[in-house]
Structures are given as structure tokens and as C-alpha cells.
């Protein structure tokens, strides 16, 4: 999901940008895609790794595969990561637009806006939507599953979970959630814009018309996959909202963690490189 960074004039009359509901479904249409083809098999990975510290990426490969062959690659996959991979696109735009219009209108400049507006919609995607199906994501890739013919589904065990624990217990790790989106948002707005302004430059120049001049697509694509690459800081962020939704029981491990706790965790058990599996 991408933020529109074409230049805005800063003194064209103030309006909010429209949000095509063509484009909202064409996107979630894609994020579905995305997802379920070689998506799932790098979150599940991701979430292996992050959770078991340990492991290297084949040694990871080898356990998923332990837990059901090439179908342990999708776990998580329905309903939780369509459910997240067809509605945050949605709650970004919308809650972004909002955000960006009333900074805009409160003085700031386009660029300020739009990275404010961009943590902002980040921010709203994980207590709308994000927080539980990250978490129940996690539960299936961490939980102990028993042997053949007695699994739990995972709406049962997302039900068992709500009973025992509520609202919260099904958002466990939401706030280290909102923090990702907040600073994965911001930081791929902000370098984004950079990288646009300094290709925009090096093409055309530094006259004022240069300002204003429309990149090719080839060019904002790199410009995006600059910012998406850079925007990687903020895994230690990632690995901490893991260790908080992971099910791995380990002696001496917190059983309520907050941000704080599963970062102290984590360093005390993996180093300051455990930060960043």
C-alpha cells in the first residue's frame, strides 16, 4: 500500500483528497493476492525466527515444515491475514486523508502533513484492525499443536482466548503494533518524499519548475523501494510485538509483557542482535 507523494502546490486552495472506492477494492484485491501466494510463507517465517531466536533461516524452514508441510507455510493465512490484508488498506487512506486535510488546515507544510497523516492512518490500522490478526497470526505460528486429529481450530482458540482474556487478550501486543505502523508509515512517507525530491533534482535540475515536475513511474518505484528498504530501523520494533504475542513458554519469561518487558527479554536472552532476527 502506497501514500501519494506527488508534489502539492503549497498555495493551491486547501481540499481533501477524494478516495476512490475503485482503488480501495482493487487494492484489497491485490493485498489478498499478495498474501496468500508468497506473502504468508514470509510473515510465517518471519514470525518463526523472530520467535525463536535461535534458529537460522533453514533450521526455520525445517520446523515449519515439521508442523504441515507446505501448508505450515499458511498458517495464519484464513481468516486473519485476509481479514487484515482486505480492510488496513482501507482504514490507512481514510484515516490519512482526515489527518493530512486538518494538519494542512492547521497551518503545516503538504510534506509535514502527509507524514503526519501517514503515522496517524498507521496508528488507526492497528487498534482497527491489525492488532488481533497479528496476534492470532502469531498464536499459530507459536502455539503447540498436538498430534493429527486433535487440533484445535483457530477460532477456537481465538474464542477460548477472548474468554479467558477479553478485548485485551486478543490484542495482545496492539500498542507495539501501532508503533511499527506508526513509525513504518511515517519513515516510508518521509523517505519517500526525499527520494523523490533528490531524483527530481539529479533529472531536472534546481530550477523552481524542477519543484513541480512529475517523476515517471520507474522513477517512483525506486524512489518507494528506497524508503521501504531504509524503513527496516524500526525491526527491533517487529521482533519486540512477537516476543509479546508469542505462545512459547520459556523458565524465567514474564507472563504479561508490555513493550518495556519483552525488550529487557529479549536483550537478556539474545543480545542486542536479537533485535533485528
Known sequence: MAID??????????????????????GAGLNLFEVSTLGQPFEVTKTQMAANRGDTMPKAFMKIWNRGGLL????????WAWIEASTKGAVLLFAASEIEFYTRA????????GIVGGMGGGIAQAYATMGF??????????????????QKSTIQVAREIFAREGIRGINKG???????????????????RIGEDLIRKYSFGDSEDAKTRKLSNGQKILASTIAGAVSCWNQPIEVIRVEMQSQIKSPGRPE??????AARWIHQNNGFKGFYR
Open 5 to 26: 507523494t506527488t508534489p502539492t502546490d503549497p498555495n493551491a486552495p486547501l481540499q481533501k483528497k477524494p478516495v476512490s472506492f475503485t482503488n480501495l477494492a482493487l
Open 72 to 79: 505450515g507455510f499458511y498458517q495464519g493465512l484464513i481468516p
Open 106 to 113: 492547521a497551518g503545516s507544510s503538504p510534506a509535514v502533513a
Open 133 to 150: 490478526c497479528t496476534f492470532m497470526k502469531t498464536v499459530e505460528v507459536t502455539r503447540h499443536k498436538e498430534g493429527a486429529g486433535s
Open 174 to 192: 496492539v500498542n507495539a503494533v501501532a508503533l511499527r505502523q506508526m513509525t513504518n508509515w511515517g519513515s516510508r512517507f518521509g523517505f519517500a
Open 256 to 261: 504479561k509483557m508490555t513493550i518495556a518487558t
